[in-house]
């Protein structure tokens, strides 16, 4: 099924890797017209290959990300779907409490966590007018004792969450629908610490009940479904693309 976007403007942030760039992909090949947003220009333009326009910008500077929400506004006069994405999960450096860096701990609340309020609150204002759909990309570790060795990841990725259903509580007397999408443990650069090593990489998928890793392209499709109208009542909500991580 093609054409599930037709007519929409998506922006979606992290898009130049993983994740991101799997929505980005998808939303266009469904009929969006996609803004793609990354700190990285030149891996953005490369991984996007003209798949959509190409925003550089730093979702922890508002100067930055206001201007990059200008950029979209100048084009289309309007923003149909944003997907905060954009995160950092700093391997080696994220630890139980006890051991964790002040500075770790801020660089990650930083990107994960007021990067995401900067994204959504600029995406709110630009649909105050006309609705739209924004998707946040939740974790796991927020939920369960995977989070155990990353207390700052796990804690942004809760905080996320908790932004989602506070936003969604205020916004949908205006048509403002925003939701969760939680990946399990899924094939990106972002896990190549753990998905490059064969010992780590099989104890992850032994908790996993479907018994593989996630595709990029597994959460694509969920953030397809939510950024559609077919999701025009849902608001608020968690939706798991874990391979069922999260029932164990
Ligand atoms: N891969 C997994 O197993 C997994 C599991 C659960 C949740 N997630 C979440 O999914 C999202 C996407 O992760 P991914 O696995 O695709 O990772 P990835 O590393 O492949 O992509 C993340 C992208 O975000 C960009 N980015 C980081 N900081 C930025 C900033 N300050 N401004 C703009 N762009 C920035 C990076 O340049 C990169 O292109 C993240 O929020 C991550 O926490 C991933």
């Given at each position: 099924?093609?054409?599930?976007l037709?007519?929409?403007?998506?922006?979606?942030?992290?898009?130049?890797?993983?994740i991101?760039?799997?929505?980005?992909?998808?939303?266009?090949?469904?009929g969006a017209?996609v803004f793609g947003?990354?700190?990285?220009?030149?891996?953005?333009s490369?991984?996007?290959?003209?798949?959509?326009?190409?925003?550089?910008?730093?979702?922890?500077?508002?100067h930055?990300?206001?201007?990059?929400?200008?950029?979209?506004h100048d084009?289309?006069?309007?923003l149909?779907?944003?997907?905060?994405?954009?995160?950092?999960?700093?391997?080696?450096?994220?630890?139980?409490i006890?051991?964790?860096?002040?500075?770790?701990?801020?660089r990650?609340?930083?990107?994960?966590?007021?990067g995401?309020?900067?994204?959504?609150?600029?995406?709110?204002?630009?649909m105050?007018?006309?609705?739209?759909a924004?998707?946040?990309?939740g974790?796991?570790?927020?939920?369960t004792?995977?989070?155990?060795?990353?207390?700052?990841?796990?804690?942004?990725?809760?905080?996320?969450?908790?932004?989602?259903?506070?936003?969604?509580?205020?916004?949908?007397p205006?048509?403002?629908?925003?939701?969760?999408?939680?990946?399990?443990?899924?094939?990106?650069?972002?896990?190549?610490?753990l998905?490059?090593?064969?010992?780590?990489?099989?104890?992850i998928?032994?908790?996993v009940p479907l018994?593989?890793?996630?595709?990029?392209?597994?959460?694509?499709?969920?953030?397809?479904?939510?950024?559609?109208?077919?999701?025009?009542?849902?608001?608020?909500?968690?939706?798991?693309?874990?391979?069922?991580?999260?029932v164990?």
């Amino acid at each position: 099924m093609t054409g599930r976007l037709e007519g929409k403007v998506a922006l979606v942030t992290g898009a130049a890797s993983g994740i991101g760039l799997a929505t980005a992909q998808r939303f266009a090949r469904e009929g969006a017209r996609v803004f793609g947003l990354d700190r990285d220009g030149d891996r953005l333009s490369a991984a996007l290959d003209g798949t959509g326009r190409a925003l550089v910008a730093d979702i922890t500077d508002e100067h930055s990300v206001a201007a990059a929400f200008r950029q979209v506004h100048d084009a289309h006069g309007r923003l149909d779907v944003v997907v905060a994405n954009a995160g950092v999960q700093l391997f080696g450096a994220d630890a139980p409490i006890a051991d964790l860096d002040l500075e770790v701990w801020q660089r990650t609340v930083d990107i994960n966590l007021t990067g995401t309020f900067l994204t959504v609150k600029h995406a709110v204002r630009a649909m105050l007018a006309t609705g739209g759909a924004i998707l946040v990309t939740g974790s796991p570790t927020a939920l369960t004792g995977e989070g155990a060795p990353y207390t700052a990841y796990s804690t942004t990725k809760a905080g996320g969450m908790g932004l989602v259903r506070t936003v969604a509580a205020a916004y949908a007397p205006v048509g403002i629908r925003v939701n969760s999408v939680v990946p399990g443990f899924t094939a990106t650069p972002l896990v190549a610490a753990l998905a490059d090593d064969a010992a780590s990489r099989a104890d992850i998928v032994s908790r996993v009940p479907l018994g593989r890793a996630g595709t990029p392209d597994d959460v694509a499709a969920m953030m397809v479904y939510l950024a559609s109208d077919e999701a025009s009542f849902t608001t608020g909500s968690t939706y798991f693309v874990d391979g069922g991580m999260t029932v164990l």
